[in-house]
């Protein structure tokens, strides 16, 4: 039971703390909608920021609204809340992705240790070092996976190999496909002023050597002063699936795929993500290990980890622009 309401101050900072999260291209196809008589929260898809090239099933925005979903359950446990979510609560409704209901706790949540790496997190297309990712790191990454109902299998040299060899044939097709690199460059390259989209001093150097899959967005357009750069030549990569192939199934590979993030910031690590085999059916499913459980049947993320230098932030919207405060009272 409530014993007060939360106020529009603090699901506006929540939502804020929200918007952190990583999207494919940095889209940020999430909306939000606080409905302070009802003390509810929706989470909508923003259909606006489709990619219908890339995304036709607009699994990446699942994941994306996860991930930002995540973010919010970490923000308001950190400020003393906790959250009842209902996912996809309106089968008429797939734009509706999920409610959130406040409720006051008095025990400290886990989820609050998590709250300082949402403003550090960063996605790098920088080299990494190719000293190793600790066992111990390795492990606690995957039962964060676990506990929001996913799995991380780190893959084996044979493994790196095969995924290398899946990635390079995604990144001949994107370049073969005038549709899908026009796609792309809708939402990379911005200048300065722009809220979202990745900046073309987010792409990162050009591969020179190493064996690292980094996708690069200038997708052959020049790119003032950019270097290139030697990427290690033994990357640390792992796969996050899910038991389901569906929107919910997605939903919570976004919110595992977060936390996953999150605790690898605070272990000190760099992250990188790589959809750009997986937006191809028929190649995402050679990313699938026969042998793996059954909460990792589907995969969902390609990640880099690692060691690396600092990288600036991605450009975020405001917070006005993706919130809407509901002030009616006929429903919620």
């Known amino acids: 039971m409530h014993t007060r309401r939360t106020d529009v101050a603090s699901v506006t900072a929540w939502v804020d703390d929200a918007t952190m999260a990583p999207s494919m291209h940095n889209a940020q196809p999430w909306k939000f909608r606080y409905v302070p008589a009802f003390d509810v929260l929706h989470l909508r898809m923003d259909t606006t920021r489709s990619m219908p090239r890339t995304d036709p ?9 996860g991930a930002a979903l995540f973010n919010l359950r970490v923000a308001v446990a950190h400020s003393g809340w906790s959250t009842d979510v209902r996912l996809l609560p309106d089968p008429d409704d797939p734009t509706l992705l999920a409610t959130v209901v406040f409720a006051e706790c008095d025990v400290s949540d886990a989820l609050s240790s998590l709250y300082p790496a949402i403003d550090r997190r960063r996605s790098s ?4 070092t190719d000293e190793p990712v600790p ?3 390795l492990d606690g990454l995957k039962g964060a996976a676990r506990s929001e109902g996913a799995a991380m299998s780190v893959l084996g040299d044979w493994q790196v190999d095969s995924v290398i060899d899946v990635v390079r044939e995604a990144e001949q097709d994107e370049t073969l496909s005038p549709d899908i690199r026009e796609e792309i460059t809708r939402w990379t390259g911005s200048g300065n002023g722009v809220s979202d989209g990745i900046p073309a001093y987010a792409f990162g150097p050009r591969h020179h050597g190493g064996r690292a899959p980094v996708r ?15 990427f290690e030549q033994t990357p640390c990569l792992a796969v996050l ?10 939903l919570l590979g976004g919110q595992a795929l977060e936390r996953v993030l999150l605790q690898s910031t605070l272990d000190g690590l760099s ?4 959809s750009q085999a997986l937006e191809r059916p028929e190649l995402r499913w050679l990313l699938r290990d026969p042998h793996s459980p059954s909460t990792s049947a589907f995969p969902q993320m390609l990640l ?15 917070v006005s622009d993706v919130l809407d405060v509901d002030r009616g009272t006929s429903s919620p």
């Open 57 to 65: 099933t607009r699994r990446g925005m699942h994941i994306s609204c």
């Open 125 to 128: 297309r920088e080299p990494f």
């Open 216 to 230: 690069d967005f200038a997708v052959g357009r020049k790119v003032p002063d950019r270097r290139s750069a030697d």
């Open 271 to 274: 992250t990188s993500l790589n």
């Open 135 to 137: 066992e111990a790191l």
């Open 241 to 250: 699936g899910t038991s389901e192939d569906n929107p919910r199934g997605w």
């Open 304 to 318: 880099r980890l690692g060691y690396g230098p600092a990288v600036p932030p991605t450009p975020r919207r405001a």
